[in-house]
């Protein structure tokens, strides 16, 4: 696998092990395994992601999206 996506390759990403860490009635933060395939539906690449997602003024918005879930892990 790359360790840089290059995004001219890219079609699609999939969600895969999606998981509720924390969540409150105004905030959810979750992890998941991202896959991104390109045009002809190899896999070019795997991330592991962590999400904040905020309740913001009654809108649900990102407020952070990280792609080092493993390197923070592994610390």
């Known amino acids: 696998m790359r360790s840089v996506l290059d995004y ?6 999939e ?3 999606l998981q509720v860490i924390q969540s409150t009635e105004y905030m959810v933060h979750i992890t998941v395994k991202q896959d991104q395939f390109d045009v002809t539906g190899k896999k070019i690449l795997t991330q592991d ?3 904040a997602i905020a309740n913001i003024e009654g809108d649900w918005k990102i ?5 080092f879930v493993d390197a923070i892990q592994r610390n």
């Open 8 to 13: 001219s390759e890219w079609d699609r990403s």
């Open 15 to 17: 969600w895969k092990n």
């Open 49 to 51: 992601q962590f999400w």
């Open 63 to 67: 407020q952070a999206l990280s792609n």
